[in-house]
């Protein structure tokens, strides 16, 4: 089900992005959530880390979170480290509470043509199976 993306495509939703909930962050610096969560928030982006069992920690700098309803203030950006069978209710949840949301990411190996046509129907943009700290430097917007 792989979809293509523009690099343009990929470079607005990156541009316009200030805050991101990062979903299933780590705590350990050697998971993929936990670094590229870190390289968000060392590129300028106000990283929100969520994971229920680690909520009250902190990671960059931020207090993590257990869900979204905990998030205050705006999210322009979910970024989720969950298996694809997981999503839909995560996109649900983020399109009811979060309605500033611009965009759902989520990681390599990670895609729900359910949850996307859902958010999609919501005028909410969707990536499937890309990492943003792959493709932020590829983009050239590396500080």
């Not at 880390?49 to 950006?77: C, H, R, T, Y």
């Not at 989520?106 to 943003?132: S, Y």
């Amino acid at each position: 089900m792989s979809e293509d993306y523009s690099d343009d495509f990929l470079k607005t939703i990156l541009q316009r992005t200030k805050r991101v909930a990062v979903i299933g962050v780590s705590a350990n610096p050697a998971r993929p959530s936990h670094y590229v969560a870190r390289y968000l928030s060392e590129q300028g982006y106000d990283v929100i880390p969520v994971n229920p069992g680690q909520a009250g920690k902190v990671l960059f700098g931020q207090e993590v979170v257990a869900s979204l309803a905990d998030i205050e203030g705006p999210v322009d950006m979910i970024d989720i480290f969950r298996r694809s069978e997981h999503v839909l209710p995560i996109v649900e949840d983020a399109l009811e509470r979060l309605p500033d949301l611009q965009t759902v990411w989520m990681q390599i190996g990670v895609e729900n043509a359910e949850a996307a046509a859902l958010a999609r129907a919501r005028g909410v943009d969707v990536v499937m199976n890309r990492c943003p700290k792959i493709e932020h430097p590829r983009l050239m917007l590396a500080r």
